[in-house]
C-alpha cells in the first residue's frame, strides 16, 4: 500500500457518513422470498451507492463518488427472515433424505456464547468413519474460508477446506459447528465416508446451509464509511499489506463494517470507535492527491500486470514482502515511464495485456501467492514400497541366442535356389502370413536379374504383379518376362505358382522363378490371391527390393560376444524392409520383440538399441515408400501394445522396456494418424497459406510423416512468434537435429522457408498449436502435455482439429490426481524448480501402483510416467542456477529428489532406496544440528556414487556390445557407437545425480574437515609420475625407476609394482585393506585424492619428476629437477628398490594329517594359528576365542604323493615348469588341478576325531555331501598358494615358492553381526598412543577383501578407551552372512617374516557360500544409536588394548562382534 493512503482514506470531505437500516422482507404467506438459507441481502433504498472500493496491488484506492456528496444515499443491509422450526429456541431445521435411506438433520440456531451461531448436524447411517468436509461462504463467492472457531479434531486439507470427524453413537452420528465471524453468510459442506471412501452428496451438489445475521445486528446502527476505510486499513496493515484482488478488497471491507457494527452493538459510541480509529491511523494523514496525478495515475491493474510480466521473466522466484513491494514500485516506474514520454494508457494496455496474461495475474491474486511458487503436500510414504528386486534372467553363456528351428520346406528350397545361382543374392525376405511362410529370393547370377517365390500354402496361389522404375509404382511386364501361363491386366499381371518337391522332405511347396532383362527396373510390387481372398503385408502391398545390397559386416563387428547375437543378425537382415517407412519399421519391431522374449535381457537390450539408433537418426526413416500416417499410427499401437504385455507378464524387463517405448510414439487406432494429412489441409485454408514451404510440408506429410514434423510444427511457431525471423527457425530445427540438408533428404523434399504475412499470425499460432496436439498423439507418447492429456481424457468439437475425438480418461485415477498434474504443468517451465520436482515425484508416486497392474490403458500410464521422468531430468539441468548460492541442505535435498526419480525408474532399486533412506536421514541430521551430519552424508555420498558406478557398469555390461555389433552391421556412424551407452546414461537421471553429488562433495569435506586427501601411509618420496587405469593391471610389472602411480581404479587386493614410491588414486580403499597393509610394510606412499580437480593436475604431470610431502590430512608435491635431487633423495629412492631375497625352510610332514590347539608349535602351523593358541585363558572372559584345529605342515605334499593322486601329481610337474618358463597362465591350470585332489582316509579319519574331541561339529554327519563342501574348501586354501597376487609377491621379494609350505587352520564361522580389524598403532600416523579400527557389518571378508566402499573408522586414545572419535561412517553398499559353518584359515611358512608380512596373500575358505546382502545403515544401531555405538566401539578398542599388552609390542587383530559379545579370530604382529 503506498503513501497516498492518506489522502485516499482519511480525507473526511471525500465521502459523507451512511447509514445501515435494517428492514425484513417476508411474502404474502410470512416465508422468505427464497430458500429456507436464504443468505442476508445487501440493498439500497435509492439507487445504488457510488462508493466503490478496491485493493489493487500494493496500495489500498477509494474512487471518488460519482454524485454529489449532499445526495449520497444510504446502504441498506436487510436481513432476509426464516422460518422459524422452533420459535421459543429461534432455531431453523431442515431434513434430508439421501440415497442409501441415509437421513440428515441440520439445524441452526443463535448459541448460549455471545454472537455465536451453532450448527448442529445429525446423520442417521451406520458408519463410525463420517468426516465433514466444509468451508465457510462470504459474499456469495464460491471459494471456501475457513471460521476461526473449529471443533476439536479440524485439520486443514490441502489449503481448500476443513475436515472435521462426526462423534459416533449408535446409529447415528453428530457434529456441533459454531460460528463467531460476522463476515460468514453460509456454511458449505460434503460427508465423507472415510472407511468406505464414500461421498455423501445433496443430489450430486454441495450441501448449503445459510446463516441468520446476528441478532445484536438487527437493530439500526449507524456507521460512518470514513470509519469502515480506516478499519479496512488497518485489517491490511495488521496482514502485512497483502496482495489483494477486486473481490478480496470488497471481502476486507465488509468484514471491517461487520467489525464495527459489533463494536456498536456492545455499547461503543461512534465517538469513542472515530477517537480510537484516529488515534491508531495518526501517522498516515496527508493531504489528498492533486487533479494532475489524478489524471495520470496508472491504473493499479496495469501495475499489477507489469510486475507479473516481471516476475516470470526472472523465473517465477520466491520473493519476500519487502521484495514484492520493491517489484510493484519497479513496474509502476517502468509504466510512468512510458507515459512520460508520451505514451498513452491504451497504447501501454495493448502492449501488455496478451493472451491470458489477466487470467494468470487474477489466478494468482485468487491464490493469495503472489510472487511465491506454489508447493503442493507431498504424502508421508514407507520407502521400502518403492522396493524392485526383479533380476533378470543372465544366462551362463555370455552368447544368447534365438533357439535355432528345423529349416522349413520353403527355407530349403530358397536355400537350394541361392546354392544354384552362385549365392549372387540381392535380396531375400521372409513374410510371416499367419501360419504360413512367403519367401522370396532376388539373385543376378551372370548380370541376369532372377526372382523367386515359394509358400508352403496347400490352396492354389495366384501372383498379381508389377514391376517398378520408381518405389511403389506399378509397371506392366513386357511379355518377354511374363512366365508360362501368365495374364497381362490393366496395370498388372497374374501367374499362378506351380507345386515344387523338396528333396528328402515330404513336404511340397508352390514356387514361381521370373527373370527380368530391364536393369532400369528397381523392385516389385505384389499381392497374393487364394481361394478368392486377397493376401497383403500387413494391410499394404508385398514390395521386394532390386537394388538392395546387404551391408558387408566392418572387422571390427567381432563375434557378438555379449549380445543375443542371431537376433541382432535377422535384425540387420530386416534392416532394409525397415527403411521404407516407420510402418515397415514397426511392424517388424513387433515380430522382433516377440523373438527377444526368448532372448532375455541382452533380446530385450538388442531391440533398444536398434529402435535408438532409429530415434537419433542413425538409420534411414523413409526410403521409396509412401504410406499413410493412419498405417504408421496403427503399426505404433500393434508395437506399443505389445510392448505393454510385456511389460506385465515381465517385470524383470521393465526398465528396458520403459526405454524401448521412451523411443516409440504412443500410436492410436481409428483414424488419428489420418487426422496428420486431413488436418494440415484446414490450416492452409483457414489460413490461405497453400503454397511454397507449407504446401512441401503438406506433401512431406502425406507422404510419410515422422516425428521430425513435431519439430517443423514448433520451428514455424518460434518462428511466426519472433516476428517472422527466419533465423528462430532454423534454430529450433538445428537445435534438434533437422538441419538443411535433412529437409531435403527426404522424399517430399522441402527447400522452400516459410514466407507468413503478419496478419495471418494470430490465426496460424492458433491451427499449429491445435496441430501439434495431433502430431504429438501419434509421434510423442512420452511428450508431457500429450501424455497428461491421453491419460485425463479429452474431447474436441470444432475448428477442424480433432473434430469429434473423445479419449476417455484412464480408470482408477487417484484422487485429485487431475489437480497434481494441472499443477505440474502450470510450473512446468518454472526456473525456481523445486516445487516443480516435488509435483512431478508425487505423480509419478501416486500413479506407481497402477503400473504394476494389468491394464488395458498401462501404455498410455507408462508414456505418462515416462514423460514425468523424463520432465524431472530437465527440471533439475535448469535448476542447477537455483543451487549456485544453496546451502548444503538445499542441494542433499535436490539429490534425494533426483535419486527418488531414479529409484521409481528402475528394476533392481534396493540399493538406491537405502541411499535415499541415508540422504533423508543426513537432512535430519543437518537441520537438527548434529556434530556428524556432514560426517555422515559424506559416506552416503560415497555409497550413492559406487551404486551409480554399478548402474552405470549395467548399461556397459547390457547395452554396449548391442550397440557395437548391430553398429557395426547397420554402418552406424563410429562415433554414436562409442558413445552409445554415454549417453543413454545422460538421457536419465543418474548423470543429473552425479552432477549434484560433485557439487556437494566439497561442501561435505570442508564441513566435516576432510580435506581434500586421504594419507593412508605417509611417507615422504620422490618419482616419475605414471598413469594407469587399473593398479591390477601393472602389478606384476617391474618399473625401471622410482615410480609415483596415479591410478585410476584400486579395489583393495592388489600387489604394488617394483619400483612404485606411492600410489594415488581417487578410489576409497580400506586403510586396512591388503594393498594399504602392504604400502605401509613397503615404505609406499599411499594416498586417496577427493578433489578431480588436483587428480587432474597430477595426471598433467605424467612423465615428470614430483616430490610427494605427505601429512596425516594432506599431500603436498612439487616438480623436482634432476640435477636437484639431494643425497637423501637417492637414498630415498635406493630404498624404493626391492628387499633382497627372504630365506624359507621347508616344512616336513610329521606324520600327522590333524592336530588340536594344545599341539602348536611353530614345526606344525604358522603365526596365525599359534598366536591364538596362545591367547587362549590369558584374556578377559569378555573376550571370546573360538575353538581351532589344524592340518599341519606337509599334508597338502602327503595328499599330493597319495596313490590315488598320481595323475594330478605328474599333472602338476608339466604345469610348474611351464610356470617356470613364465608362462602365468599355467597358474589358473594349477589351482584347478589341485581342486582334482582325493582325501585319503586317513585324513579324513584323524580330522573328525580331532574336530570332536575339541567340541567342533563334523561337517559329515550331516552328510556325505556336507563333508565333500569341507573338502574342497580345504584344497581351495592349498591352491591359493598359486594365486597371482601371492605368487608376484613371493618373486617380488625373491622368496624361493617351492619351500612356500600351507598349513590350514580350522574355526568355527561365528555368524557375526559386525567383524572388525583393529591397529593398536595408529597406521596413519603411526602414533602409538591410539588405537585405529575398522568395523564393517557381517563378515570380515568385506574388510579385507575387494568390496567396495568404506567401513566405519574410528580412533582411541589408550588413555581413555572409552572415548572413541570417529573419523567416516561406512559406505559399504553389501554385507556378508553366513549360515552356522565351518572356515578353513590359510596359514603358511610365508606370513610375518622378517621384512615381509605375507599376510592376506592365501585365501580363507567357508565350508557354505556367503550371502551377499544389500546393508540398510539407517535401520542399524551402530549408526543411529549413539550409546550403541559408543559401547561396541569401546569394547573394540579395549580389546586391541589388553592383547597389545599381553604381547608387549603393536597388535594387528581381526575379530568379531555377535550380539554384543566380541571375538578374537587372530592376531599378529602390527607391521
Not at 568385506?1342 to 580412533?1355: N, W
Request: proline share 4%.
Amino acid at each position: 500500500m503506498s503513501n497516498s493512503i492518506g489522502h485516499n482514506l482519511l480525507h473526511n470531505n471525500l465521502l459523507h457518513s451512511t447509514v445501515l437500516e435494517h428492514q425484513s422482507k417476508f411474502n404474502s404467506s410470512g416465508i422468505p422470498a427464497n430458500s429456507l438459507y436464504q443468505v442476508a441481502s445487501v440493498n439500497q433504498a435509492e439507487g445504488k451507492s457510488s462508493v466503490s472500493t478496491k485493493f489493487y496491488g500494493t496500495s489500498l484506492n477509494v474512487r471518488k463518488p460519482c454524485l454529489a456528496v449532499d445526495k449520497c444515499r444510504p446502504i441498506r443491509f436487510i436481513p432476509c427472515a426464516v422460518l422459524a422450526m422452533n420459535p421459543a429456541s429461534e432455531q431453523l431445521a431442515r431434513k434430508y433424505n439421501l440415497e442409501g435411506n441415509i437421513e440428515l438433520q441440520v439445524t441452526v440456531g443463535p448459541s448460549n456464547i455471545g454472537s455465536v451461531t451453532e450448527v448442529n448436524l445429525q446423520v442417521f447411517y451406520e458408519s463410525n468413519s463420517l468426516l465433514l468436509h466444509w468451508g465457510g461462504i462470504r459474499d456469495r463467492k464460491e471459494k471456501w474460508v475457513f471460521p476461526s472457531r473449529q471443533p476439536d479434531g479440524t485439520r486443514n486439507y490441502k489449503n481448500r477446506a476443513l475436515r472435521t470427524p462426526f462423534s459416533h453413537s449408535g446409529s447415528h452420528s453428530f457434529l456441533k459447528l459454531e460460528i463467531d465471524d460476522p463476515a460468514i453468510q453460509a456454511i458449505e459442506f460434503l460427508i465423507f465416508d472415510e472407511g468406505q471412501n464414500k461421498w455423501i452428496k445433496n443430489n450430486g451438489r454441495n450441501f448449503h446451509v445459510k446463516l441468520p445475521m446476528k441478532k445484536e445486528l438487527l437493530q439500526n446502527i449507524s456507521v460512518p464509511e470514513d470509519l469502515v476505510q480506516v478499519q479496512a486499513y488497518l485489517r491490511w496493515e495488521r496482514k502485512g499489506k497483502q496482495m489483494y484482488s477486486p473481490e478480496q478488497e470488497k471481502e476486507e471491507y465488509e468484514a471491517a463494517r461487520f467489525e464495527l457494527l459489533e463494536e456498536v452493538a456492545k455499547g461503543t459510541s461512534i465517538e469513542d470507535l472515530r477517537a480510537k480509529l484516529t488515534r491508531k491511523s495518526d501517522g498516515h494523514e496527508t493531504k489528498g492527491p492533486s487533479i494532475h496525478e489524478i489524471n495520470n495515475k496508472i491504473p493499479e491493474e496495469l501495475v499489477q500486470i507489469q510486475a507479473y510480466v516481471r516476475w516470470e521473466k526472472a523465473g517465477k522466484p520466491n520473493y519476500s514482502a519487502d521484495q514484492q513491494l520493491r517489484e510493484f514500485e519497479e513496474a509502476r516506474k517502468e509504466l510512468q515511464s512510458e507515459l512520460e514520454k508520451g505514451v498513452s494508457l491504451d497504447e501501454i494496455r495493448n502492449k501488455i495485456v496478451k493472451g491470458d496474461i489477466q487470467t494468470k495475474v487474477s489466478d494468482q491474486l485468487k491464490k493469495k501467492r503472489y510472487f511465491s511458487a506454489e508447493r503442493i503436500q507431498r504424502k508421508k510414504r514407507d520407502l521400502m514400497q518403492l522396493l524392485n528386486k526383479h533380476s533378470s534372467k543372465t544366462l551362463d553363456k555370455m552368447e544368447i541366442s534365438v533357439e535355432t528351428k528345423a529349416s522349413t520346406a520353403v527355407e530349403l528350397f530358397i536355400k537350394a535356389k541361392e546354392e544354384q545361382d552362385g549365392n549372387s543374392v540381392v535380396n531375400k525376405k521372409t513374410y510371416k502370413l499367419a501360419d504360413k511362410e512367403l519367401m522370396v529370393l532376388v539373385t543376378k547370377p551372370a548380370g541376369k536379374l532372377r526372382i523367386y517365390l515359394a509358400t508352403d500354402f496347400t490352396e492354389p496361389v495366384t501372383l498379381h504383379w508389377a514391376l517398378s522404375k520408381r518405389a511403389g509404382e506399378w509397371l506392366v511386364p513386357s511379355s518377354s518376362v511374363l512366365p508360362p501361363g501368365s495374364v497381362s491386366l490393366d496395370g498388372a499381371a497374374e501367374t499362378q505358382l506351380t507345386r515344387s518337391y523338396v528333396a528328402d522332405l515330404p513336404y511340397q511347396v508352390q514356387s514361381l522363378q521370373i527373370e527380368v532383362g530391364d536393369d532400369n527396373f528397381v523392385g516389385m510390387p505384389f499381392v497374393l490371391l487364394s481361394n478368392g481372398n486377397w493376401i497383403k503385408n500387413k494391410g499394404s502391398d508385398f514390395y521386394i527390393d532390386f537394388s538392395y545390397k546387404s551391408k558387408q559386416v566392418q572387422k571390427d563387428a567381432g563375434d557378438g560376444k555379449g549380445t543375443a547375437k542371431a537376433l541382432l543378425d535377422k535384425t540387420a537382415e530386416m534392416e532394409s524392409e525397415a527403411q521404407k517407412s516407420f510402418m515397415h519399421r514397426f511392424n517388424i519391431a513387433v515380430d522382433l520383440v516377440e523373438q527377444a522374449k526368448d532372448a532375455g535381457e541382452l533380446g530385450f537390450a538388442g531391440i533398444l538399441v536398434w529402435m535408438r539408433f532409429m530415434a537419433t537418426r542413425q538409420l534411414i526413416w523413409n526410403k521409396n515408400y509412401n504410406v499413410k500416417p493412419r498405417e504408421i499410427s496403427k503399426a505404433q499401437d500393434r508395437l506399443t501394445d505389445l510392448l505393454q504385455s510385456i511389460y506385465t507378464s515381465h517385470p524383470e524387463y521393465r526398465e528396458l522396456i520403459r526405454m524401448i517405448m521412451s523411443t516409440v510414439g504412443r500410436g492410436g487406432e481409428g483414424d488419428v494418424g489420418q487426422r496428420i494429412r486431413d488436418e494440415i489441409l484446414v490450416i492452409q485454408r483457414n489460413n490461405n497459406c497453400k503454397g511454397a514451404m507449407m504446401e512441401e510440408w503438406h506433401q512431406k506429410l502425406h507422404n510419410n510423416t515422422s516425428p521430425d514434423d513435431v519439430i517443423i510444427c514448433q520451428a514455424l511457431m518460434d518462428y511466426i512468434k519472433s516476428d517472422m525471423d527466419i533465423n528462430v527457425y532454423w534454430k529450433t530445427l538445428n537445435e534438434n537435429g533437422i538441419t538443411k540438408e535433412r529437409l531435403l533428404s527426404y522424399d517430399r523434399a522441402i527447400h522452400s522457408e516459410p514466407n507468413f504475412r503478419r496478419d495471418q499470425r494470430d490465426g496460424l499460432l492458433r491451427d499449429l498449436g491445435n496441430y501439434m496436439r495431433t502430431l504429438k498423439a501419434v509421434h510423442s507418447g512420452a511428450d508431457l502435455e500429450s501424455a497428461i492429456t491421453n491419460c485425463m481424457g479429452y474431447r474436441s468439437e470444432g475448428q477442424g482439429f480433432m473434430v469429434g475425438v473423445q479419449i476417455n480418461p484412464v480408470s482408477n485415477l487417484p484422487s485429485d490426481f487431475l489437480e497434481l498434474l494441472n499443477f505440474v504443468l502450470e510450473h512446468v517451465e518454472d526456473r525456481n524448480v523445486e516445487a516443480l520436482l516435488e509435483g512431478l515425484l508425487e505423480a509419478r508416486q501416486e500413479i506407481r501402483p497402477l503400473l504394476s497392474k494389468s491394464n488395458d490403458r498401462l501404455k498410455d500410464l507408462l508414456f505418462l510416467d515416462i514423460a514425468l521422468e523424463s520432465s524431472v531430468r530437465t527440471a533439475i539441468e535448469r535448476g542447477y542456477e537455483e543451487l549456485n548460492n544453496a546451502g548444503p541442505e538445499k542441494i542433499m535435498y535436490f539429490i534425494s529428489l533426483v535419486l527418488e526419480n531414479l529409484a521409481l525408474s528402475s528394476d533392481d532399486n534396493e540399493d538406491f532406496l537405502y541411499c535415499l533412506k541415508g540422504w533423508n536421514e543426513a537432512l535430519g541430521m543437518s537441520k537438527s544440528k548434529s556434530d556428524h551430519w556432514a560426517l555422515y552424508a559424506k559416506s552416503v555420498l560415497d555409497r550413492t556414487r559406487l551404486s551409480l558406478a554399478s548402474k552405470a557398469d549395467w548399461y556397459q555390461r547390457v547395452l554396449q556390445p548391442s550397440a557395437v555389433y548391430l553398429g557395426s552391421r547397420l554402418s552406424v556412424d563410429h562415433w554414436a557407437v562409442d558413445i552409445f551407452t554415454e549417453e543413454m546414461i545422460r538421457a536419465g537421471s543418474a548423470a543429473a545425480l552425479s552432477l549434484l553429488l560433485n557439487r556437494l562433495d566439497p561442501v561435505l569435506r570442508k564441513t566435516a574437515n576432510l580435506g581434500s586427501w586421504q594419507v593412508i601411509s605417509p611417507v615422504e618420496v620422490v618419482g616419475y609420475v605414471a598413469v594407469v587405469d587399473e593398479l591390477l593391471t601393472v602389478q606384476d610389472k617391474s618399473y625401471d625407476r622410482p615410480t609415483i602411480l596415479v591410478a585410476r581404479h584400486v579395489k583393495g587386493e592388489e600387489e604394488i609394482p617394483d619400483s612404485t614410491v606411492a600410489v594415488l588414486t581417487p578410489d576409497m580403499p580400506d586403510v586396512l585393506s591388503h594393498v594399504s597393509v602392504r604400502a605401509r610394510n613397503g615404505k609406499v606412499c599411499f594416498a586417496t585424492c577427493f578433489d578431480p580437480n588436483i587428480l587432474a593436475e597430477l595426471q598433467a604431470n605424467e612423465g615428470k619428476m614430483l616430490r610427494l610431502k605427505p601429512t596425516s590430512a594432506d599431500v603436498v608435491y612439487s616438480e623436482v629437477e634432476e640435477t636437484e635431487l639431494t643425497d637423501s633423495s637417492s637414498a630415498k629412492l635406493k630404498e624404493a628398490s626391492p628387499s633382497s631375497s627372504i630365506t624359507l625352510v621347508k616344512k616336513q610332514f610329521s606324520g600327522r594329517y590333524a592336530i588340536t590347539s594344545e599341539e602348536f608349535t611353530n614345526k606344525m602351523v604358522g603365526a596365525k594359528s599359534r598366536n591364538i593358541a596362545y591367547l587362549k585363558g590369558k584374556l578377559p572372559s569378555w573376550i571370546g576365542i573360538p575353538t581351532s584345529v589344524a592340518l599341519p605342515f606337509g599334508v597338502f605334499e602327503k595328499v599330493l604323493s597319495d596313490n590315488r593322486n598320481q595323475a594330478v601329481a605328474k599333472k602338476l610337474l608339466v604345469l610348474k615348469k611351464k610356470l617356470g618358463e613364465d608362462e602365468y597362465s599355467a597358474l589358473r591350470e594349477i589351482r584347478e588341478t589341485v581342486l582334482q585332489l582325493e582325501a585319503p582316509p586317513q585324513l579324513v579319519q584323524e580330522l573328525k576325531t580331532k574336530m570332536r574331541s575339541s567340541g567342533m561339529p563334523w561337517p559329515g554327519d550331516e552328510g556325505e555331501q556336507r563333508w565333500e563342501q569341507a573338502w574342497m574348501a580345504i584344497k581351495k586354501v592349498w591352491a591359493s598358494k598359486w594365486n597371482e597376487r601371492a605368487y608376484f609377491s613371493t618373486r617380488k621379494v625373491k622368496l624361493d615358492h617351492e619351500y612356500l609350505c600351507m598349513a590350514v587352520l580350522v574355526q568355527e564361522v561365528i555368524n557375526a553381526d559386525y567383524a572388525f580389524v583393529i591397529h593398536t598403532t595408529n597406521p596413519s600416523t603411526g602414533d602409538s598412543s591410539e588405537i585405529y579400527a575398522e568395523v564393517v557389518k557381517g563378515l570380515g571378508e568385506t574388510l579385507v577383501g575387494a568390496y567396495p566402499g568404506r567401513a566405519l573408522s574410528f580412533v582411541t586414545k589408550k588413555s581413555n578407551l572409552n572415548a572413541p572419535q570417529v573419523l567416516g561412517y561406512p559406505s559399504k553398499p553389501i554385507g556378508l552372512f553366513i549360515r552356522p559353518s565351518i572356515i578353513f584359515r590359510s596359514d603358511s611358512n610365508g606370513e610375518d617374516l622378517e621384512g615381509y608380512a605375507g599376510a592376506g596373500l592365501y585365501d580363507s575358505v567357508p565350508m557354505d557360500e556367503e550371502e551377499k546382502v544389500l546393508l540398510d545403515y539407517s535401520s542399524d544401531p551402530l549408526i543411529m544409536d549413539g550409546n550403541f555405538r559408543q559401547s561396541i566401539l569401546s569394547s573394540i578398542a579395549r580389546a586391541g588394548h589388553e592383547i597389545e599388552e599381553l604381547y608387549g609390542s603393536p597388535q594387528d587383530i581381526e575379530g568379531v562382534i555377535k550380539e554384543g559379545k566380541l571375538y578374537v579370530v587372530q592376531t599378529r604382529p602390527q607391521m
